[in-house]
């Protein structure tokens, strides 16, 4: 029954995974320019955070490290360097979409400007990890996260029609405008798969002790927290092309979406949705933080640990408030939420070959793992998925650009 608890940290995990600013404006844009058609890519980068929490939870549990510091074990300091610094980059474009996007629901909820919302949330999500535990933010955010089933719960409301639903689960070439649909499959990809969710899974089973006997557990943690993740993306999909499509609003900013929970929720469905898009963006923002003072605190060889007070980790506690302060600056700067998002999920994609690849390394090194190591399924799935991202951001970013 103990180790059934570790869903909290698939949960949270989800929660900064799909139900964020990234993940519910690309769901958002794809449903309402191309209704069901784009369910696909929530399935297939579903299937890949799936197979790679679970890969950096067994990790954990077997040699009692986190990815990054069996990177850096495997490959050395020279080496590591590139996808650190990788990382750290997309980790930091990534916080600040979501302190924006958090800021943004703001705006939404009370009419004052973002800009005034930007240094209170940042202020918030350095409080939280300044004088909480990881235990403490793990569970909290994973109980506040369930509103977002109030998209799965509209989605069910509006009656989608199944056979539709299910040919939107194919991959196929859409009638008209290639290139924004190829854009959006890869802001979505990039939304689903990012890398610091399973450096940040993997950090937080070490947090918590994991050991061989938690593999059993860390499967159901991983394949549950993902598929709740999954399902509620794939239920914005559905309440955007059922609500926003057939009004002809296209969900290119965050003000015409807002009030499409209004249709099945009435009048609460406008502060539900708020409340959705900023839960999300905070728990992302926490994990984001977290995972920059975790990856360079492993990198180097440093104290890291949520669960010490900040005087014990000065150089932890210095990492996470660095990266909070430098997340605010593109919302100060005025730079739209939304477009700034993209931009970092498309790059996010561009990087995946860089960080997974070594990871893939390590995931079937027997000197970690002993009898462990990844099957070929899982490196076929994660190959071939990677692969299919990296290809479409290479041919639909150029597009998108060209095409302004």
């Known amino acids: 029954m103990k180790s059934l608890t570790k869903i909290g940290l698939g949960i949270l995990t989800s929660v900064g995974g799909y139900l964020e600013v990234g993940s519910i404006g690309t769901a958002i844009q794809a449903g309402a320019a191309f209704r069901f058609s784009l369910l696909w890519t929530i399935a297939l980068g579903t299937i890949c955070i799936a197979f790679l929490t679970e890969m950096t939870g067994r990790l954990a549990a077997v040699s009692h490290e986190p990815v990054v510091a069996a990177v850096r074990k495997r490959f050395g300091i020279r080496v590591h360097l590139w996808p650190l610094t990788t990382q750290v980059v997309i980790d930091l474009l990534v916080l600040a979409s979501e302190i924006g996007g958090a800021s943004l629901a703001l705006e939404l909820a009370t009419g004052i400007t973002i800009r005034v919302w930007v240094i209170p949330v940042a202020l918030l ?20 996260g369930l509103v977002t089933l109030s998209f799965t719960v509209a989605a069910w409301w509006l009656r989608p029609n199944l056979a539709e639903l299910a040919r939107g689960l194919v991959p196929h070439r859409p009638a008209q405008d290639a290139a924004r649909y190829g854009y959006l499959a890869v802001g979505i990809l990039g939304a689903t798969v990012s890398p610091y969710l399973f450096s940040f899974y993997s950090s937080g089973a070490v947090e918590e002790k994991w050991r061989v006997k ?3 557990p860390n499967r159901i943690v991983a394949a549950a927290g ?14 955007a092309a059922m609500v926003l499509a057939p009004r002809g609003i296209n969900g290119d900013f965050y ?12 009048r609460w469905g406008f502060r539900v949705f708020c409340a959705s898009l900023f839960i999300g963006c905070v728990g992302a923002a926490l994990e984001l933080a977290l995972d920059v003072s975790y990856i ?20 932890f506690a210095l990492g996470y408030s660095i990266a909070v302060a430098l997340g605010t600056i593109p919302s100060l700067l005025g730079i739209d939420p939304l477009a700034f998002t993209m931009f970092s999920m498309a790059m996010t994609v561009v990087a995946l070959p860089i960080l997974i690849a070594p990871l893939l390394v390590v995931m079937n090194d027997e000197h970690h793992l002993r009898a462990y190591t990844n099957g070929w399924i899982t490196n076929a799935a994660v190959i071939a998925i990677v692969a299919l991202a990296f290809a479409l951001a290479v ?10």
């Open 125 to 144: 999500v350095w409080a939280l990890l300044w004088f909480a535990t990881f235990g403490s933010i793990e569970h909290s955010v994973a109980v506040l």
């Open 214 to 216: 938690e593999l059993m």
């Open 226 to 239: 993902m598929m709740f993740g999954g399902l509620v993306a794939m239920s914005v999909i559905v309440v």
């Open 255 to 266: 003000q015409q979406a807002a009030t499409m929970l209004s249709l099945p929720f009435g």
């Open 296 to 315: 360079v605190g492993q990198s180097f060889g440093w104290a890291w640990s949520e669960d010490q007070p900040p005087a014990e980790e000065a150089r």
């Open 395 to 404: 041919v639909a970013i150029p597009l998108q650009i060209l095409g302004g």
